[in-house]
C-alpha cells in the first residue's frame, strides 16, 4: 500500500464540506472549513460561535470530539476516496486545556489503512494557540 | 468512601437539565431528559431528532458522544455536587451498532471518585433497543 | 445472532489455560486460572507474584494490561471458538485504585461480536476486595 | 512552563534503567534500553525476546503494551524529575500491524505536564521497520 506522500488525496474539500453538510445536519451548527488535504491528511477549521461554550467561557468537549471525528472521516476519505458509509469505529480522546473562545484546528493524520480498519489520530489547537486535545479512532471501512 | 446506593444523588434532575440547557447551548439541538438519578448514577434519554442523522440514515457518531459525556457528567455531579467546572479529561468510545431513527438511552455509572478524579462508564441503547455504544471517561475535579 | 446466554461457550477452561500458556511464553511469568466461561464472558484469576510489583508495592501496570487482554481474549474465544489468530485491535485502561499484593480477579464481558470485530469490557478487581481498573478493547476476528 | 527544547531531562538514562529493573521485575524479562531522552521525550528499545512472541510468530499486545507504558514513564519523568510514584492513570493503544520477531522501538512524548495529571503519546515501531501501534496516556502526578 501506499505511504503517505506517494499520491494525491482522493477526495476535494468543497466536495467533502458539501458531503457533511448534507448528512450530517448537526454540523451545520459547528461550521467549518476544510485548510488542506493530503494523501491520509486533512486539516480542519471550526469557526467559533457562542454554541460550542461551556460553564467557565471555554469551548465544549463535544464541540472538541465532533471536530476530531470530522476531521479524522476526511483524513480517512483522502485515502479511500468519497465513500460516505465510512463509520467511526471507537475514538479515544484526551482534553489537555481548556480552549479559550476562539477557532480551533483539527489535523487528523492516518496511520494505517487496512483492509477493514483505518486508524489515525487527531491534535486539536486553538487558532494561533496551544494544542488542547489529542484523540485516536478509527474508522470501519465498507 | 461511601459506595453507590448509601447517599442519594447531590443534585436533582431539573437542576441538571437547566445547567445544562443555560451553559452548553449546543445541546439545545440535542433535547434530553433526566429520566433517574442514582448515587453515581445517571439516565438519559436523548430525544430523537432528525438533526443526528449521518449518511445512511443512523444516528451520527458526536450526537452518541455528546450523550456520552452529558450522561457522566451527570453521574459524577450526584456524587460531588453541582459543581458546573468539573470537566472532562478523557472520553474512549466504541460504536457497537449503527443507531436506528430514535431516542437513545445513555446510563453512567461512577466506578471511582478520588480527589481529583472521577471515572466511569457510559452505556448508550436505542430506545427499547440494542446497546449501540459503550464508553468510558474520566472527569477533572474543582 | 444469540445473545448472551443462549449458548454454551465454545472453549473450555483447560484448552484457554494451554494456548495461552503454550502460544505467549510471556504469561507464563503471570500465572492464571479460568474461573469461569460463558457465552462471551470469562473470569480469570491472576495469581499473585512479586514479579508483579511497582515502586510502591502495589501491582504494575503492564500486569493489569495483561490481564485484561486474555480475559478479553477468552470471552472472545468463547463465541467464536479456539481462533488463536483473532489479535487485539484496540485496549483502553482506566487505572482506579492501586491494587495490593493479592491476587487480581478479571470478568470480561463481550458487548457485541461482528463479522469482523468483537468489542467487550473487563473490570479487574483485587481478590475479595475493590475494583481496581476498568478496560475496553476489540479484538479483530480472522 | 517550559515547552518542549526549553531545558534538560530531569533524569539519566541509566539511572531510568535502574529504576524500572529494580521496582519493576516484570521488565526484567523484557530487557530494554533508552536510547535518548530529551525534554519530554524518549526513546526506548525493547530487545527482542521469544518470550515476546504469540501465537503467528508476532510480538503480543502486552509486551506493546508494557513498552508504551516505559516509554511514556521515562518520558514524564524527564520533565517531573525521578519521582517514582507516579502512576499510569489511563492508557490507550491501537495495534496496527502485526510486528515480527526483532527489537521494538518506543518514542514517547509528552504533550502536557499540568498540576495533577501528565499526558503524552507514544508511537511503536520495529526496529527499521514500520509504526506498529499508536498509544496516549496519562499519569498521576504525586
Do not use: C
Amino acid at each position: 500500500m501506499s505511504e503517505p506522500g506517494d499520491e494525491r488525496p482522493r477526495i476535494e474539500a468543497a466536495e467533502f464540506e458539501a458531503l457533511i453538510h448534507e448528512t450530517i445536519p448537526l454540523t451545520r451548527l459547528l461550521p467549518f472549513r476544510v485548510q488542506e488535504l493530503g494523501w491520509g491528511t486533512a486539516t480542519i477549521r471550526l469557526l467559533f460561535s457562542e454554541q460550542q461554550l461551556r460553564a467557565g467561557g471555554t469551548i465544549n468537549g463535544p464541540t472538541m470530539m465532533t471536530l476530531a471525528d470530522t476531521a479524522l472521516y476526511a483524513a480517512v476519505l483522502t485515502r479511500i476516496g468519497m465513500q460516505p458509509l465510512a463509520v467511526t469505529s471507537d475514538l479515544s480522546i484526551h482534553f489537555l486545556r481548556k480552549p479559550e473562545a476562539r477557532d480551533l484546528i483539527g489535523r487528523a493524520t492516518v496511520l494505517r489503512v487496512g483492509r477493514r480498519i483505518a486508524v489515525g489520530t487527531i491534535e486539536i489547537s486553538s487558532a494561533d494557540g496551544p494544542l488542547v486535545a489529542h484523540a485516536t479512532g478509527s474508522y470501519a471501512l465498507p
